[in-house]
């Protein structure tokens, strides 16, 4: 019994320092990032309809990439938010429309993805990393930027806070 609390203590500490090494990595990586409004006023999805950024609602842009391990992580977070949000993903240089389309059928996904296959809207926002996350308010005002991994429970409230 002593060593399993030794162990969980163990584990519970390195928890915690990667956690708090991640957090500064992405405070770090994300001064990086656009700052400006949002100057994109409607993107081209996958099954070729246009999405129109709407004027009332906050939106949340997330970059993420099929082959970026911590965007298949954080995936199912963004798929759950798209229920109840404005949310628009941008997959960066992941393969033709038809891939991307495979990918998102295979993991039982229906968010709603422009395809940035030569990276030129990620060049435009300044990101460098995966995943890559925007929010922005009503007014298309950045309210929250971040590089890497974010729970659901995070962007749900900043979402939330963006839209007040």
Not at 100 to 129: P, W
Request: charged letters at 20%; a positive charge.
């Amino acid at each position: 019994m002593k060593k399993v609390k030794h162990y969980a203590k163990e584990i519970l500490f390195f928890i915690i320092t990667m956690t708090i090494i991640a957090n500064m990595m992405s405070i770090y990586r994300s001064q990086e990032l656009a700052k400006e409004p949002l100057s994109i006023s409607s993107f081209e999805l996958l099954d070729k309809s246009v999405y129109h950024v709407k004027s009332d609602k906050p939106l949340l842009i997330h970059f993420w990439a099929t082959w970026c391990p911590t965007c298949n992580m954080e995936a199912s977070n963004i798929e759950f938010l798209s229920k109840y949000f404005e949310v628009i993903t941008i997959a960066v240089k992941s393969g033709s429309d038809e891939d991307i389309k495979k990918y998102l059928k295979e993991h039982n996904y229906h968010f709603r993805v422009f395809n940035d296959s030569s990276g030129v809207v990620a060049q435009e926002f300044h990101v460098s990393g995966f995943p890559t996350t925007f929010i922005y308010d009503k007014k298309s005002t950045l309210r929250f930027s971040e590089v890497g991994y974010t729970s659901t429970l995070g962007l749900y409230l900043r979402i939330l806070w963006a839209g007040q």
